[in-house]
């Protein structure tokens, strides 16, 4: 059965600091892989998907992500962190199949706390 | 288009009643998924519509959940005789095509959360 494991349930950075966030799933293949962020009572949004192509993808608000296909790895990473970056951070794969429904399977997400 | 919208944003309700909570997509997406999020947990697959069929439901989807998307605009997901486990917040998403770059294209709604006491 597909997973996807954020090991990390909580990480504080420093405003300005690097920041990433680890995502490994389990597929029989690639998978599509996608991240999204969730501000507090609010829906998900899209930062970033990987479908095939370039292993390095970037995304909005300056957010990047690289896909490793030997380590079925999926990190996202920023080189500076903002305050307003505070938010919860979900890895989420897609079945790649053609006639798929199309439906995710995500992660338990990383919450992200900025320190000033 | 303000994108998806679903309402209520939150609902209180007692052990045992039902709710019903709305969900109108992107007027062009002919997709349109139901998840849930509890606490701690990432969102989890209830079901997906396309256009006005129901083609998939997650076994998360007792016989006490309905979903129904009339006329392939807007959607409803219903819950019978609530109990505490039900208490979290449901995202309602909507996407347009069927290739994969489409049908992945979500965009999520705000979601109703749920309260059950």
């Known amino acids: 059965a597909q997973s996807v494991t954020q090991p990390d349930i909580h990480i504080t950075v420093s405003e300005g600091a690097s920041l990433e966030l680890r995502c490994n799933y389990s597929?029989?293949?690639?998978?599509?892989l996608f991240w999204y962020v969730q501000s507090p009572g609010q829906g998900l949004q899209l930062l970033l998907k990987?479908?095939?192509?370039?292993?390095l993808v970037q995304g909005i608000k300056g957010f990047e992500a690289e896909f490793k296909r030997s380590q079925s790895s999926f990190n996202l990473r920023k080189p500076s962190v903002h305050w307003s970056d505070a938010a919860e951070y979900f890895c989420?794969?897609?079945?790649?199949?053609?006639?798929?429904?199309?439906?995710?399977?995500f992660g338990k997400g990383t919450k992200l706390s900025v320190k000033p | 288009d303000t994108g998806v919208s679903q309402d209520p944003r939150h609902k209180i309700t007692k052990r045992g009643q039902n709710v019903t909570f709305r969900c109108d997509p992107i007027s062009e997406h002919n997709r349109l998924y139901w998840y849930r999020q509890t606490l701690g947990q990432g969102p989890e697959f209830l079901t997906y519509f396309q256009n006005e069929a129901q083609l998939e439901k997650s076994r998360l989807l007792s016989d006490r959940f309905s979903a129904e998307r009339p006329k392939g605009s807007f959607s409803t997901l219903e819950i019978q005789r609530t109990e505490q486990g039900d208490s979290a917040m449901y995202l309602c998403?909507?996407?347009?095509?069927?290739?994969?770059?489409?049908?992945?294209?979500?965009?999520f709604g705000s979601g109703t959360r749920l309260t059950v006491v």
């Open positions: 998403a909507s996407s347009l095509g069927d290739a994969p770059s489409y049908a992945y294209g979500y965009t």
């Open positions: 597929y029989g293949a690639t998978p599509y």
């Open positions: 989420a794969v897609g079945e790649p199949m053609r006639g798929s429904q199309g439906n995710l399977i």
């Open positions: 990987y479908f095939s192509g370039d292993t």
